[in-house]
């Protein structure tokens, strides 16, 4: 857990006041963050707690003095360093961000320009905002890469974002944040995409990162678990309002509000194993390789049965997307065949057919990138509901409104854009238009990763009632081991793309475990903000 910040009279470098933020489209006038005051001493983090739709983003953007097209903020202060950045014209607030106020996002992937090395990418912020001068800047990306653990941290910076992993792409984010040495970080659901295991890398490096810079955190997270092992104070959020704040330990131990307890209570969700059923997908001897010869699945061989959902499970880089890629015939395989309903299937996605197609769908991580910006959401979800079932006129209409009220979005989202929509929104919005081709099997892949636990609670209700009524079966992608629980039949371990183990759940996951499945279960941050340093002291070897 950080240190403490215990001097009253250390000034605040960041203070909000009464901070209102309105929607400027449908519904106008709407309060999306509603008299919200916080304050932020040196080398002090802040936790920003809720559930999708809290407004903890837009707080976080609104500290830098910026807020998301579709949004303005109408009352309030911003106070940076006692300047407040609301009453700056925007030439003179411009310079803050980057140099003093960094945001670290939650997705490393959508954030970096896949054109250009990350080094170079490292020294734009420092040397357009006058810090460094290039060569200096260059000298200080290596000690940082250095500093958070990158691999070859002299080299590291000369590759681009495609050619790392996620976890090292998310710490390098991190370093580029910190190139101008900001007095405070925005951390936006950093670690939220990443397995258990890499998460621990990427919580220790952030960690070490704001103690060894005395640097001031927001920390914007839906997992009390994880901000446990950073945070100073947690602020709760609900409808863009707070619901209680207060020192980390003393809120996790005793909360006040019965919308803090429900986010604390563990996820009672518990699958009861059903019995194998006719099979719908089976993948037999898969192997595929990328460029280069590059071996990344390496005979695997799963089946899903009818109405039973078989969860993938593993670290970075372990081949779990890779193989979702294969089924869906993005990825043709080198060796082995897939087949659905006992017919085997073409190894490339454009010489499949219409039926195929629509028989089997895929929910994507990243609904940043998944969603067409210039689409309204109407359109994203119609689209397949006209090119499968051929509807137009009032029977499209609907059914649109059927499946937004589903997936519990509701019909005024529908003439929405993705950009006015969160992240735990734009991830119902996918899996709503996987629904609408009315597929045999969805292939799942980290679905409720951005989503808070109360959400995302919903949301695996929502799959588990459509498999009891219609008989849907699911390849569930995922590194939350709680979600395996909630949802799985079948569980598949997967390692460096072999398979190290699959079975029922109740066999995977009882003793005696596997090494490698035990390492997995370990690496499940635990509600005590003591949980990180007793892992990373456990890694640690002794001499």
Aim: proline share 5%; net charge negative.
């Amino acid at each position: 857990m950080m240190q403490r910040i215990n001097d009253a009279q250390v000034h605040p470098i960041l203070e909000i006041r009464d901070l209102v933020i309105e929607s400027q489209g449908r519904p106008k006038g709407k309060r999306l963050v509603d008299n919200i005051s916080l304050s932020l001493r040196p080398g002090e983090v802040l936790g920003l707690i809720g559930e999708s739709g809290a407004g903890k983003s837009t707080i976080g953007l609104a500290a830098m003095g910026y807020a998301r097209d579709g949004m303005k903020i109408t009352g309030g202060q911003v106070l940076f360093d006692g300047v407040d950045l609301l009453s700056l014209p925007d030439r003179q607030r411009r310079p803050y961000r980057g140099a003093r106020v960094a945001y670290v996002a939650q997705s490393a992937a959508a954030a970096f320009n896949p054109a250009h090395k990350l080094i170079d990418q490292y020294v734009e912020a420092a040397v357009v905002h006058g810090v460094l001068s290039d060569a200096q800047a260059r000298e200080e990306a290596v000690a940082l890469y250095e500093e958070l653990g990158l691999p070859n941290p002299e080299t590291f910076g000369n590759r681009y974002p495609h050619q790392v992993s996620g976890g090292q792409l998310q710490r390098a984010m991190v370093a580029t944040a910190m190139a101008c040495r900001p007095e405070v970080l925005i951390f936006d659901e950093p670690t939220t995409a990443l397995d258990v295991t890499t998460q621990i890398e990427v919580l220790a490096a952030i960690r070490k990162t704001i103690r060894d810079h005395h640097t001031a955190a927001l920390y914007i997270t839906h997992d009390l678990a994880v901000v446990a092992q950073v945070a100073d104070r947690i602020m709760v959020l609900r409808q863009g309002e707070m619901v209680e704040e207060g020192d980390t330990r003393r809120l996790l131990e005793q909360p006040e509000q019965t919308y803090t307890r429900d986010l604390l209570s563990v996820r009672n969700l518990h699958k009861k194993e059903s019995a194998p059923d006719d099979t719908v997908l089976s993948i037999r001897g898969v192997c595929a390789e990328y460029h280069r010869g590059t071996q990344v699945l390496k005979d695997v061989s799963v089946d899903v049965e009818k109405g039973r959902t078989v969860a993938v499970v593993g670290e970075s880089g372990s081949g779990k997307s890779t193989l979702a890629r294969v089924v869906t015939g993005l990825l043709p395989p080198t060796e082995g065949s897939i087949s659905l309903h006992g017919e085997t299937l073409s190894p490339r996605l454009r010489e499949r057919d219409r039926k195929t197609l629509q028989r089997l769908q895929m929910i994507y991580q990243l609904p940043d990138t998944a969603l067409n910006p210039r689409q309204k959401i109407r359109d994203i979800i119609g689209r397949p509901l006209q090119f499968y079932h051929g509807m137009q006129g009032a029977a499209l209409e609907k059914r649109l409104r059927q499946l937004v009220d589903m997936t519990e979005l509701g019909t005024d989202f529908l003439d929405r854009w993705p950009a006015q929509l969160s992240g735990g929104q734009k991830q119902r919005v996918g899996i709503a238009r996987a629904l609408a081709a009315e597929p045999d099997l969805i292939i799942c892949d980290e679905v409720t990763s951005a989503l808070d636990q109360l959400v995302g609670e919903q949301i695996l209700n929502l799959l588990l009632s459509l498999q009891r009524d219609l008989g849907m079966s699911y390849l569930f992608i995922t590194h939350d081991l709680g979600t395996v629980d909630a949802i799985a039949d079948h569980v598949v371990v997967m390692r460096k793309g072999q398979v190290v183990e699959q079975g029922a759940k109740s066999t995977v996951f009882a003793p005696p475990y596997e090494s490698y499945t035990r390492l997995l279960l370990d690496s499940v941050p635990e509600m005590d903000p003591a949980w990180l340093d007793h892992v990373l002291a456990d890694a640690t070897p002794q001499g």
